[in-house]
């Protein structure tokens, strides 16, 4: 009892000892910081100002680094002197980027303890700037990411601070500093955004350029909505900042806070014509997505490989021109084709549809409903639980789930629901005829089917509705894709053509995956370099991978996909066409490969969901698809080794209790319901719609040659389905044409011999709950 007062003394002693010391050691380091400090800005001296800074144009290449495809805008600077620049201008910029600027030392102390603090503990290397730290940045320094930079940045700027005025530094930095679109400046900035002097500048145009200094590039409106409304934030931002500081009327900030400023069209470089600016769009966004901003790309000299070859990217676009029907324009009708390498995962051609002048979007990136090119992965899962291809699927029509949701076949068939293929076919006659039917019974008879199939397309190369490092992809993400979705392998998802021709090069890779990329390597003047070295993954067993790839063979040789059977060499792969929420055809694909190339093409029109059917000559994915991508191909392939596709294994575990065993389906065709009239569906349809703004078809596109009894045809016999409903008006020709002038959708045509009523249209006969429309994925 009597010792722990001592006890409480001593520990009390001791704390205050350490607090001494430490007290000490701290004093010792601020004075050893202050004398370093102290002598490294003695002993500094104002560089020359970065001559570099003024030339470094960035350059992209095509494969191999030696053939340029095009470069990124040289440094626009137009000087302008300090009277030249409006109050409004002036004032805007203080607001915005550094309140303290007429009264600090050039330094913000706190602002560099934050930015060292935030460093430390494992932030983004960062430092809260104040003008004079920005302008010094640029003019004397490089883009180098470090400590040792920031330290320089922070003396240099204060030996700055103390030779030039403040009037000086802000003219200078408003004359160096990067607004985005490639303007360095002022000048250059209000030309780029608002085509006028900087002397002619409103208060809201000034508020903008004051804006997007923050970030030229989240912050440019022509860079969509989601830019537009951040732009909006940051300009509000800065306008209440003015009238804290006394620098606009309250009534005038008031004013100009109600919207922005107009912003005129911009006529982009005509370097960026045709499918070029496409291409240094898409480097751009990936250089971003590398860590490279813009000012680096801009400015930074970068030297930027990519995979594209020449021979990839003529072929498509001359495919493209060589197979779409004469006389529709590409400012309805958009065309995606985009090629990958097994094995590497590298886009080596694309082609993005409307010249880039005209359209920025980049539909090979854009993408559409996919339809029954899904078909593959739900197959690939099913043998992953224990089915084999040999297995049976229902494949009469409709399908009819629990809660009463159907699904039925192509056409019509005797009981007006769709054509009936037999109650049990295999997996490689369900891939031929895309049989709806049989792909939703798989799907249903599998252990959480839906969900199974969406973790086999991630692995495969289709990337999730969010970005997820583990399943990249170009574009990063997906749309309307969904484990939960009870249709999935219908094709209800929005994917673009560069993932899906990724996605089937894993099945040409015999199962192994690798990831798209179109950036091979960057060497940058600072040394920041980079070099793609992605490593390649296992999505599907080999075995798997196989018997999936021999359907899709022989869906070329016998089913939907014959057209691609003219390359002449063995080639696999699967039509696809989708429907929109009006049950409007509104899009068509075809996707296939070899072991050395896979190709995606798409067809949509519009802003990617408008009708197809009724308005283009033939809507069918064996169709202009198909031509489409055969005519990429050709080229591509000639001259090459003619290599096999793998050999199926007939791979076989354990298929749920109950499974029937295949019986080969009849040959003979299915009997037309007598009651229904029997249109035939041609490339020439009968009431052919004039597309806005586009030439009229002079000559109605029809096919060269009429099939034999014996071989594929693409035109064959369709009988219209019942209505569901009573029928509404048809739309006239300028609204696309009338579906009551045309065949009932049908798509992924087959073998002759085979199919005389209908071919292979999926369709619903009710809405699914997962999905907002109907779907017709063929």
Do not use: C
Request: aromatic share 8%; glycine share 10%.
């Amino acid at each position: 009892m009597t010792r722990a007062p001592k006890q409480k003394g001593a520990l009390k002693r001791r704390v205050l000892k350490t607090v001494k010391w430490l007290s000490i050691l701290g004093v010792v380091g601020l004075l050893l910081a202050a004398g370093g400090f102290y002598y490294l800005y003695t002993v500094t001296d104002i560089p020359d100002a970065n001559e570099d800074f003024e030339a470094q144009t960035s350059f992209v290449y095509y494969a191999g680094g030696t053939e340029e495809i095009g470069s990124y805008a040289t440094q626009n600077r137009v000087p302008v002197a300090f009277e030249e620049i409006p109050q409004e201008l002036r004032d805007a910029v203080v607001a915005a980027e550094n309140r303290t600027f007429w009264t600090d030392s050039g330094i913000d102390p706190k602002g560099i303890a934050r930015a060292f603090l935030n460093n430390a503990t494992g932030e983004s290397t960062q430092g809260a700037s104040t003008i004079t730290q920005q302008y010094v940045k640029v003019l004397y320094l490089t883009q180098e990411r470090s400590y040792t930079r920031k330290v320089k940045e922070a003396i240099l700027s204060l030996k700055v601070a103390r030779q030039q005025s403040k009037t000086e530094i802000l003219t200078n930095y408003l004359n160096t500093i990067y607004f985005g679109r490639g303007a360095y400046g002022v000048q250059a900035a209000a030309q780029a955004y608002f085509t006028k002097d900087v002397g002619d500048l409103t208060l809201r145009e000034s508020a903008v350029l004051a804006s997007v200094l923050n970030n030229p590039t989240n912050l440019d409106p022509d860079n969509g909505r989601d830019a537009r409304q951040e732009l909006k934030g940051r300009y509000d931002y800065v306008l209440e900042s003015m009238a804290e500081l006394d620098m606009v009327e309250p009534a005038a900030a008031e004013k100009a806070l109600k919207r922005l400023p107009t912003f005129p069209e911009i006529d982009a470089e005509s370097t960026y014509g045709g499918q070029k600016g496409h291409v240094l769009t898409l480097v751009r966004s990936e250089l971003r997505r590398l860590g490279y901003s813009d000012e680096e790309i801009d400015g930074g000299g970068l030297e930027v490989t990519t995979t594209l070859t020449p021979q990839a990217m003529k072929a498509a676009e001359d495919g493209v021109l060589a197979a779409k029907p004469e006389g529709f324009g590409d400012e309805q009708l958009h065309i995606a084709v985009a090629s990958v390498e097994p094995g590497t995962g590298a886009l080596r051609g694309f082609y993005g549809g409307q010249d880039y002048l005209q359209s920025q979007l980049n539909w090979a990136v854009e993408g559409g409903m996919v339809g029954s090119t899904f078909k593959p992965f739900a197959l690939a899962t099913a043998i992953q639980q224990g089915y084999s291809i040999r297995d049976s699927f229902e494949g009469n029509s409709p399908y009819e789930f629990p809660d009463g949701l159907q699904v039925r076949n192509e056409g019509v068939g005797p009981d007006g629901l769709g054509n009936d293929y037999g109650s049990s076919v295999d997996g490689v006659y369900a891939m031929e005829q895309s049989i709806n039917t049989a792909f939703v019974d798989m799907s249903a008879s599998m252990d959480d089917g839906p969900a199974k199939i969406y973790e086999t397309a991630e692995k495969m190369g289709v990337p999730p509705p969010e970005a997820d490092q583990e399943y990249p992809g170009i574009p990063r993400t997906s749309v309307d894709l969904s484990p939960e979705d009870t249709l999935i392998t219908l094709g209800r998802a929005r994917i673009s053509p560069i993932n899906m021709a990724n996605s089937y090069a894993t099945i040409a890779n015999g199962g192994e995956r690798a990831d798209v990329h179109l950036i091979e390597k960057v060497v940058s003047p600072t040394g920041d370099d980079y070099e793609w070295d992605g490593p390649t993954r296992r999505a599907l067993d080999e075995d798997i991978a196989a018997d999936v790839s021999y359907t899709m063979e022989q869906t070329v040789l016998e089913g939907t996909g014959a057209t691609a059977s003219n390359l002449g060499r063995p080639a696999a792969g699967k039509t696809g066409t989708a429907t929109n929420d009006d049950d409007e055809v509104s899009s068509a694909w075809f996707v296939g490969f070899t072991p050395q190339l896979s190709t995606a093409v798409m067809y949509v029109r519009g802003d990617g969901d408008d009708q197809l059917d009724g308005w283009l000559p033939s809507y069918f994915g064996s169709d202009y698809p198909t031509d489409t991508w055969l005519a990429v191909m050709q080229p591509l392939m000639e001259g090459r080794e003619v290599e096999e596709l793998a050999d199926p294994v007939y791979v076989d575990g354990d298929a749920p209790d109950g499974q029937e065993d295949y019986v080969p389906p009849s040959t003979e065709a299915p009997e037309p319901a007598p009651t229904q009239p029997q249109p035939q569906p041609s490339r020439t349809p009968s009431a052919q719609p004039t597309p806005t703004e586009e030439p009229t078809p002079t000559e109605e596109p029809t096919p060269t040659e009429e099939p034999t009894p014996t071989e594929p045809t693409d035109d064959p016999t369709i009988l219209p389905p019942p209505p569901p409903e009573e029928p509404t008006p048809s739309p006239t020709p300028s609204q696309g044409g009338s579906r009551g002038a045309s065949p009932s959708p049908a798509a992924d045509t087959g073998p002759a011999e085979r199919r005389t009523t209908a071919t292979s249209t999926p369709v619903m006969a009710a809405r699914s709950p997962w999905t907002t429309g109907w779907l017709w994925p063929w």
